[in-house]
Protein backbone atom coordinates (compact mmCIF):
# COMPACT_ATOMS: atom_id res chain seq x y z
CA UNK A 1 0.00 0.00 0.00
CA UNK A 2 2.67 2.30 1.20
CA UNK A 3 4.94 1.62 -1.96
CA UNK A 4 1.93 2.01 -4.36
CA UNK A 5 1.68 5.68 -2.86
CA UNK A 6 5.58 6.42 -3.46
CA UNK A 7 5.56 4.98 -6.78
CA UNK A 8 2.65 7.17 -7.63
CA UNK A 9 4.28 10.30 -6.07
CA UNK A 10 6.96 10.08 -7.56
CA UNK A 11 5.68 10.05 -11.06
CA UNK A 12 3.94 12.71 -10.29
CA UNK A 13 6.73 14.98 -9.23
CA UNK A 14 8.47 13.96 -13.02
CA UNK A 15 5.48 14.18 -15.16
CA UNK A 16 5.70 17.88 -15.89
CA UNK A 17 9.36 17.22 -17.63
CA UNK A 18 9.62 16.79 -21.22
CA UNK A 19 12.66 15.40 -22.90
CA UNK A 20 12.96 19.02 -24.51
CA UNK A 21 12.89 20.69 -21.09
CA UNK A 22 15.81 18.40 -20.44
CA UNK A 23 17.43 19.25 -23.26
CA UNK A 24 17.00 22.73 -22.23
CA UNK A 25 18.33 22.50 -18.42
CA UNK A 26 21.39 20.71 -20.26
CA UNK A 27 22.35 23.37 -22.40
CA UNK A 28 21.85 25.75 -19.48
CA UNK A 29 24.44 24.41 -17.76
CA UNK A 30 27.96 26.13 -17.35
CA UNK A 31 29.86 22.62 -17.70
CA UNK A 32 27.88 21.84 -21.01
CA UNK A 33 28.34 25.30 -22.37
CA UNK A 34 32.17 25.30 -21.29
CA UNK A 35 32.66 21.83 -23.09
CA UNK A 36 30.63 23.14 -26.24
CA UNK A 37 32.27 26.82 -26.42
CA UNK A 38 35.60 25.91 -25.45
CA UNK A 39 38.36 27.70 -23.21
CA UNK A 40 37.97 31.82 -23.60
CA UNK A 41 40.89 32.82 -25.00
CA UNK A 42 41.48 36.66 -24.75
CA UNK A 43 43.57 38.27 -27.74
CA UNK A 44 46.32 40.38 -27.04
CA UNK A 45 47.14 43.61 -28.90
CA UNK A 46 50.45 42.76 -30.79
CA UNK A 47 52.93 44.46 -28.71
CA UNK A 48 55.28 46.78 -31.18
CA UNK A 49 57.47 49.92 -29.42
CA UNK A 50 58.54 51.35 -33.11
CA UNK A 51 55.25 50.26 -34.87
CA UNK A 52 56.54 46.82 -36.85
CA UNK A 53 59.79 49.06 -38.19
CA UNK A 54 63.17 47.40 -37.20
CA UNK A 55 64.53 51.16 -36.51
CA UNK A 56 63.94 54.96 -35.84
CA UNK A 57 65.95 57.79 -35.89
CA UNK A 58 64.99 60.24 -32.71
CA UNK A 59 66.18 63.65 -30.37
CA UNK A 60 67.37 63.01 -26.91
CA UNK A 61 64.94 65.05 -24.85
CA UNK A 62 66.32 64.03 -21.86
CA UNK A 63 69.02 61.94 -19.69
CA UNK A 64 67.66 59.29 -17.10
CA UNK A 65 69.66 56.98 -14.72
CA UNK A 66 67.05 53.93 -14.19
CA UNK A 67 67.26 51.47 -11.45
CA UNK A 68 66.40 47.36 -12.05
CA UNK A 69 64.01 46.18 -10.25
CA UNK A 70 64.34 43.97 -7.20
CA UNK A 71 67.08 41.38 -7.66
CA UNK A 72 69.32 43.58 -9.78
CA UNK A 73 71.35 46.76 -8.40
CA UNK A 74 72.91 49.06 -10.55
CA UNK A 75 72.29 52.61 -12.73
CA UNK A 76 71.10 52.26 -16.02
CA UNK A 77 72.30 55.32 -18.28
CA UNK A 78 68.92 55.71 -20.07
CA UNK A 79 67.34 58.95 -22.34
CA UNK A 80 64.26 60.13 -23.11
CA UNK A 81 63.13 60.32 -26.93
CA UNK A 82 60.81 61.66 -29.12
CA UNK A 83 60.88 59.39 -31.99
CA UNK A 84 60.33 60.18 -35.93
CA UNK A 85 56.79 58.15 -35.35
CA UNK A 86 55.73 60.98 -32.93
CA UNK A 87 56.23 58.90 -29.94
CA UNK A 88 57.64 59.88 -26.60
CA UNK A 89 60.11 56.80 -24.95
CA UNK A 90 62.71 55.66 -22.87
CA UNK A 91 65.68 54.29 -24.95
CA UNK A 92 68.25 52.35 -23.05
CA UNK A 93 72.23 53.84 -23.55
CA UNK A 94 74.16 50.60 -24.30
CA UNK A 95 78.17 50.19 -23.08
CA UNK A 96 80.08 51.97 -20.95
CA UNK A 97 80.21 55.45 -21.11
CA UNK A 98 78.59 58.28 -23.37
CA UNK A 99 78.18 62.09 -24.37
CA UNK A 100 74.64 62.50 -25.08
CA UNK A 101 72.86 65.70 -24.27
CA UNK A 102 69.45 67.13 -24.86
CA UNK A 103 69.09 67.69 -28.97
CA UNK A 104 71.35 64.94 -29.77
CA UNK A 105 69.99 62.53 -32.77
CA UNK A 106 70.03 59.08 -32.25
CA UNK A 107 69.15 56.00 -33.66
CA UNK A 108 66.84 53.53 -31.49
CA UNK A 109 66.02 49.86 -32.22
CA UNK A 110 63.83 47.82 -30.81
CA UNK A 111 64.98 45.78 -27.71
CA UNK A 112 63.91 45.58 -24.22
CA UNK A 113 65.63 46.07 -21.20
CA UNK A 114 64.85 42.98 -19.07
CA UNK A 115 65.23 44.15 -15.08
CA UNK A 116 64.15 48.15 -16.04
CA UNK A 117 60.49 48.58 -16.54
CA UNK A 118 58.98 50.61 -19.13
CA UNK A 119 62.32 50.49 -21.39
CA UNK A 120 61.43 48.45 -24.50
CA UNK A 121 64.47 50.01 -27.35
CA UNK A 122 67.82 50.33 -27.34
CA UNK A 123 70.38 53.14 -29.02
CA UNK A 124 72.65 51.87 -31.61
CA UNK A 125 76.34 53.22 -30.90
CA UNK A 126 78.16 54.42 -33.93
CA UNK A 127 75.42 55.70 -35.61
CA UNK A 128 74.19 60.18 -35.49
CA UNK A 129 75.55 61.83 -32.33
CA UNK A 130 76.06 58.33 -30.43
CA UNK A 131 79.89 57.59 -30.79
CA UNK A 132 81.57 53.68 -30.35
CA UNK A 133 82.26 52.60 -27.24
CA UNK A 134 86.05 53.71 -26.71
CA UNK A 135 88.47 50.82 -25.79
CA UNK A 136 91.03 51.12 -23.52
Keep these: MNLGRIISTTTSLFSGITSASVNAIREMSSLYRMHRTGPHIKERSPRKPLDG ?26 VLVRL ?45 DLPHVKKT
Design 53 to 78: KPFAKGIILKTLIKKPKKPNSANRKC
Design 84 to 128: STGKEMVAYVPGIGHNLQEHNIVLCRVGRLQDVPGVKIKCVRGVY
